[in-house]
Each structure stands twice: as structure tokens, then as C-alpha cells.
């Protein structure tokens, strides 16, 4: 079982540049989430899927944020116009559906992206 | 609001001590869910272990133990005998109400670093 991948890695951009981040889930985990990680802080939720459905959004850093999961297997996260204030790591996990309480459900995280705007 | 606070931001300690990494949390939620992950230097954060908020049992895990007390809203993470291979950023974190899917709520970290 494969863990949960991101693409790339690493993206160095110009401030106004779009950018777009790529998240595969482990296989058949229905729930995935977006988080941002600056420099000596925890992850910061973003945005999380259930399947297809994009269901909280509202903690997305501004307009210039936003997220699909087309086919409830993959997700991508655009940055538009970015600015140096938006330097930092995306990370994408994923859950299962389980059998027992949702919340009970650990994430697994990807390796993340670092994003760094000159 | 919910809040996790891990007051100690940086320990150092040698091979073989024991360490314990606080953690204190805020919530209004009667049932909620407690996680610590750990942060190696490599960067990917893995989970460690989960706990429900009706479930006070202690639990220990080779040389890791975390001790749960709802009373005083904490639930802290022992290492006894730490190796080199523990030195990382660890991270407490709750979760979330379902309207947010159980996000994670994650505490600043604490840095570990373990030297021979």
C-alpha cells in the first residue's frame, strides 16, 4: 500500500505566478485534506474532500486559494498571484472511512510541497 | 475555540534519559480526539498514536507512553531511554467538530533533539 504522494516537491516562483500543487491519497481513502506549514509552526488546516465533495472552505487563506478533488481520487491546490507571504509547505493527508467513529480516523500525511516566492 | 498548547518548544537531552513532551488542550466538544504525530528531519509527519476522549486508559507503545488526564485537559508523551533516532519536532493535535471532517488542530511543536 502506497503512501500518500505530492508533486512536486519543491516549486520556486516569481510573486504573481500561479502555482499548482498535485495530492494523491492512499487508495480508497475517502477524506482528504489541505494544510500549510510555515517555519516553527504545526500545520494549519486549509480545505478537506469527502470524495469529490469539497466541504469546508471557508479556512482557505484568501480568494487567491482553491482546491479540487474531480474524481474523489486526486486533488490539486492552486495558489494564484502568489506572494511571498504564501512561502511554505503544503502538506496533503489522507483518511479512511473505517468502520468506527469518523473523527477517530488518523491522517496520513505526504511529504509535502515547499513552495518558496522570490 | 479549540487549542493545543505544547508550552516546551525546544528539549535537549542525552541518549537514554527519559523525556516527557507536554501537551494541554482547549475544547468545548464533550467528545473529541487527541493525536500526536512526529516531524523528522526528513520532513513528513508521522502519526504516532490516537486517543478518544472517553478512553482515559494509558497506553504504551515500546519505549513510548503517553499518559491521558481529561481533568486536567492533558495528554503528554513520554520517550524513556531516548536514541538519537527521536530527535525530531513533535506535535500534539485535536481534532476538530465533523463540520470541519475532523481536521487537525495542531500545537506549535516541540523540538527533541536527542545527542549521544
Known amino acids: 500500500d502506497t503512501g500518500v504522494s505530492q508533486d512536486p516537491r519543491h516549486k520556486i516562483t516569481k510573486r504573481g505566478q500561479n502555482v499548482t500543487f498535485r495530492c494523491d491519497p492512499i487508495?480508497?481513502?475517502?477524506?482528504l485534506y489541505w494544510y500549510r506549514q510555515t517555519l516553527g509552526q504545526g500545520p494549519e488546516f486549509l480545505t478537506y474532500?469527502?470524495?469529490?465533495?469539497?466541504?469546508?472552505k471557508s479556512r482557505l487563506l484568501s480568494d487567491r486559494f482553491s482546491a479540487e478533488r474531480p474524481k474523489g481520487s486526486f486533488s490539486t491546490l492552486e495558489i494564484q498571484r502568489t506572494e511571498q507571504g504564501d512561502s511554505a509547505m503544503y502538506l496533503c493527508a489522507s483518511s479512511s472511512p473505517g468502520s468506527g467513529l469518523a473523527g477517530s480516523y488518523e491522517q496520513y500525511f505526504g511529504p509535502g510541497t515547499r513552495l518558496t516566492v522570490t | 475555540a479549540q487549542k493545543v498548547t505544547q508550552a516546551q518548544t525546544e528539549i535537549s537531552v542525552v541518549e537514554k534519559e527519559d523525556v516527557t513532551l507536554d501537551c494541554v488542550y482547549e475544547?468545548?466538544?464533550?467528545?473529541?480526539?487527541l493525536f500526536w504525530y512526529k516531524q523528522p528531519p526528513s520532513g513528513e509527519l508521522v502519526f504516532l498514536i490516537r486517543r478518544n476522549s472517553f478512553d482515559e486508559q494509558n497506553e504504551i507503545s515500546g519505549r513510548y507512553s503517553w499518559n491521558f488526564q481529561k481533568s486536567t485537559s492533558s495528554f503528554n508523551f513520554t520517550i524513556t531511554a531516548s536514541q538519537v533516532v527521536d530527535s525530531a519536532v513533535y506535535f500534539c493535535?485535536?481534532?476538530?467538530?465533523?463540520?470541519?471532517?475532523?481536521?487537525?488542530?495542531f500545537g506549535k511543536g516541540t523540538s527533541l533533539l536527542v545527542t549521544p
Open positions: 475544547t468545548r466538544d464533550t467528545t473529541y480526539y
Open positions: 493535535a485535536l481534532s476538530e467538530p465533523f463540520n470541519s471532517g475532523y481536521a487537525l488542530n
Open positions: 487508495s480508497e481513502h475517502n477524506r
Open positions: 474532500f469527502q470524495n469529490e465533495a469539497q466541504l469546508e
